[in-house]
């Protein structure tokens, strides 16, 4: 089993930043990458940033490229998204997903926070 948790949504207004954290822990050892996901109401969850265990592979949707960066501790304790230049798009929940080896896709994920960005 693999435990996510994520913190550090909020409301903000557009042009500000915010910084979610996912923190990750069971077995860790199992987890190949860490992403970050959103849905917004009515929308389908759509992909955000992904990072792998090494820090060295990280990748990006498009329409977060230049604005939001993933990163992770060294002791993939957790895995946060900085977020910045936010605009009323951005407007989501926010999941962080764990994806294991051997697995097809990303297995655990957290319960969500609420992403708010005014005009």
């Known amino acids: 089993q693999v435990q996510l948790v994520e913190s550090g949504g909020g409301l903000v207004q557009a042009g500000a930043s915010l910084r979610l954290s996912c923190a990750v822990s069971g077995r860790k050892f199992d987890v190949y990458k860490v992403g970050w996901f959103r849905q917004a109401p009515g929308n389908e969850r759509e992909f955000v940033a992904a990072i792998d265990r090494s820090g060295s592979d990280t990748n990006y949707a498009d329409s977060v490229k230049g604005r939001f960066t993933i990163s992770m501790d060294n002791a993939w304790n957790t895995v946060d998204l900085q977020m910045n230049d936010l605009q009323p798009e951005d407007t989501a929940i926010y999941y962080c997903?764990?994806?294991?080896?051997?697995?097809?896709?990303?297995?655990?994920w957290g319960q969500g926070t609420q992403v708010t960005v005014s005009s």
């Open positions: 997903g764990a994806f294991q080896y051997g697995q097809p896709n990303y297995g655990y």
